[in-house]
């Protein structure tokens, strides 16, 4: 079967580093996704990897490895306002998104 | 302002009854689709359109049917509402395909009583 899998919850502190993995397992794989979903709001798009290796884009950077079926999402310089839920979505080979059931960030200051 | 529209915000409904969620985007995507999000899962997709005239099931698309008449609305019925209808409901678009970013509405929380 197919299968996203995420930590359900993690905490972190203002200021700091954190980094949330998704393992996967797809028919096919097409690339993965990383969102962003604060309470009560629509998901929005963070980033998409089809290749291995890390993609930055200011203070969040995204790694793919294919071989392993992994990734995370690298979240630095951590602000109150970075408090939401992340989720992880892979792509099959029918190009459906098979979605994880996120991971709810909690940020401390 | 450019986006993606749903209606209503949210319902709650008598067991049974018919009802359409409405959705419409206006950023010519040709790609539409809908989720339902449930606590302690990740989104499913019901149903999607790939471009206007056509339409798809996804994972859960019992209870429910689409149309896509033009490019700018794709609205989801439930002919005959359940309680495990019950959810939140997502329209995304996305400009081809799956490969491009998907723009989110901003979600109908549905209670069927």
């Known amino acids: 079967g197919q299968n996203i899998d995420q930590p359900t919850e993690m905490t972190a502190t203002e200021g700091a580093i954190v980094q949330i993995n998704c393992t996967y397992q797809t028919s096919g794989f097409n690339g993965l996704f990383w969102y962003q979903q604060h309470a009560g709001e629509a998901p929005t798009f963070l980033s998409y990897n089809v290749l291995d290796g890390l993609e930055e884009k200011g203070r969040f950077s995204s790694f793919l490895s294919r071989s392993k079926g992994y990734s995370y999402l690298l979240l630095k310089e951590l602000q109150m306002k970075d408090s939401a839920s992340y989720l992880c979505?892979?792509?099959?080979?029918?190009?459906?998104?098979?979605w994880g059931a996120g991971t709810k960030l909690i940020i401390k200051p | 302002i450019a986006g993606i529209t749903q209606a209503p915000t949210s319902q709650i409904l008598a067991a049974g009854r018919r009802m359409t969620l409405r959705c419409t985007q206006d950023?010519?995507?040709?790609?539409m689709y809908w989720y339902r999000q449930d606590l302690g899962l990740g989104l499913r997709l019901i149903h999607y359109?790939?471009?206007?005239?056509?339409?798809g099931k996804g994972e859960v698309p019992d209870g429910y049917s689409v149309s896509r008449a033009n490019t700018d609305d794709f609205p989801l019925t439930l002919a005959s509402a359940v309680p495990s209808q019950t959810s939140v409901y997502f329209c995304?678009?996305?400009?081809?395909?799956?490969?491009?970013?998907?723009?989110f509405g901003q979600g109908t929380r549905l209670t069927v009583v």
């Open positions: 995304a678009s996305s400009v081809t395909g799956e490969t491009t970013e998907a723009f």
């Open positions: 979505a892979g792509l099959d080979s029918n190009y459906q998104l098979i």
């Open positions: 950023m010519r995507h040709n790609a």
């Open positions: 359109s790939n471009t206007a005239g056509t339409t």
